[in-house]
């Protein structure tokens, strides 16, 4: 009896190159999520040492107001860069979840071609068993039909 060979091999290895396709891509979208959120960690942390900064600049007789305006405009600035982060951060979000749908969809379909294999793998030894058992009833026919001296 031939060897197993599943009927829809070629389709297994498309849905298991789609899969690690989705992967890549949700792996690529929680680097980019994980990114922008540095990132605004970073803007959030140049604000903290920018007040400090300007609380210094406060205590001290000799800074002039410019310099103080200076620094506030700074601080508007980054506050700015945190709101703009955050939109890129929902952005980023809002692709994981559809590279995470993609990567569901992906397993799904080879989870069914691999449910398809199984069941037609178990056909396979189901039939090859039968073979098998009708060739050992065969060998064992032949072999009493040999030792009463019956020909076959």
């Known amino acids: 009896m031939k060897k197993f060979k599943f009927r ?6 498309l849905r298991n190159s789609q899969e690690q396709a989705a992967l890549k891509f949700f792996a690529e979208a929680q680097m980019a ?6 990132n605004k960690m970073n803007i959030l942390n140049q604000i903290d040492a920018n ?4 609380e210094s600049l406060a205590s001290q007789a000799s800074t ?6 200076i620094q506030q405009n700074f601080i508007n600035g980054l506050k700015q860069k945190v709101i703009q982060a955050d939109a890129l951060i929902l952005k980023a979000q809002k692709n994981l979840r ?12 080879k989870k069914i071609i691999e449910t398809i294999k ?3 793998f178990k056909n396979y030894k189901k039939e090859y068993l039968k073979h098998e058992n009708n060739k ?8 009493s039909k040999i030792f009463r001296g019956e020909e076959s």
């Open 8 to 13: 829809f091999e070629s389709v297994e290895t």
């Open 33 to 38: 999520l994980q990114f922008q959120l540095e």
């Open 51 to 54: 007040l400090s900064k300007k």
């Open 64 to 69: 002039s107001v410019e310099s103080f305006h």
């Open 98 to 109: 559809v590279a995470f749908d993609r990567f569901k969809a992906a397993r799904q379909n």
């Open 118 to 120: 199984d069941k037609d």
């Open 136 to 143: 050992l009833q065969d060998l064992y026919t032949m072999r």
